[in-house]
T-cell receptor, first 114, second 112 residues
Framework: EAQVTQNPRYLITVTGKKLTVTCSQN?????MSWYRQDPGLGLRQIYY???????DKGDVPEGYKVSRKEKRNFPLILESPSPNQTSLYFC?????????????FGPGTRLTVT | GNSVTQMEGPVTLSEEAFLTINCTYT??????LFWYVQYPGEGLQLLLK?????DKGSNKGFEATYRKETTSFHLEKGSVQVSDSAVYFC???????????FGSGTKLNVKP
């Protein structure tokens, strides 16, 4: 089954304790993204990757890091989490379909930073 | 710049009622337009899309028409069901690698 998986689905942590949220896709997609979803703000892009070893900042990259060492994986790293990073996070992957990119989303990771 | 504005919710309807969720956009160039649906506890799923002006996207009884003259992509369904209760996001993709821009989402509640 074609899918994007994220782990963990739920995470409660404390300020300053480094964490990683994993993302993996089995569709051989080149393009992957991380978004955060906050009430009233929709989804905002954190980082994206066009291919292995190629990443770039999205709209809200501060406080986050990513890496793309393999095509299928795109982990999101919070080196020193803060309470304002409490949010719902989604990973997505996409590939061009007749010139249009369709995004496939993971199930989400709900992060709470106390 | 690129942006999407959609009507605020929640929208509450009775089963079999007609649904419209408004979406307007601002974009440079010729974006592709999408509606995504998010059911409780799940990620976003593509509902329908349109890639050029006057295209109509449709799926599961939902429709939306790409209106360049009014920069709109309103979502409609003739008869909603309780199972349609979800959050609906309008989005556009534009620029290099078709970067996505999402609206803030509209929650739909359908009552039996």
């Amino acid at each position: 089954e074609a899918q994007v998986t994220q782990n963990p689905r739920y995470l409660i942590t404390v300020t300053g304790k480094k964490l990683t949220v994993t993302c993996s896709q089995n569709m051989n997609h080149e393009y992957m993204s991380w978004y955060r979803q906050d009430p009233g703000l929709g989804l905002r892009q954190i980082y994206y990757s066009m291919n292995v070893e190629v990443t770039d900042k999205g709209d809200v990259p501060e406080g986050y890091k990513v890496s793309r060492k393999e095509k299928r994986n795109f982990p999101l790293i919070l080196e020193s989490p803060s309470p304002n990073q409490t949010s719902l996070y989604f990973c997505a992957s996409s590939q061009s379909v007749a010139g249009t990119y369709e995004q496939y989303f993971g199930p989400g990771t709900r992060l709470t930073v106390t | 710049g690129n942006s999407v504005t959609q009507m605020e919710g929640p929208v509450t309807l009775s089963e079999e009622a007609f649904l419209t969720i408004n979406c307007t956009y601002t974009a440079t160039g010729y974006p592709s337009l999408f509606w995504y649906v998010q059911y409780p506890g799940e990620g976003l799923q593509l509902l329908l899309k349109a890639t050029k002006a006057d295209d109509k996207g449709s799926n599961k009884g939902f429709e939306a028409t790409y209106r360049k003259e009014t920069t709109s992509f309103h979502l409609e369904k003739g008869s909603v069901q309780v199972s349609d209760s979800a959050v609906y996001f309008c989005a556009l993709a534009a620029g290099n690698f078709n970067k996505f821009y999402f609206g803030s989402g509209t929650k739909l509640n359908v009552k039996p």
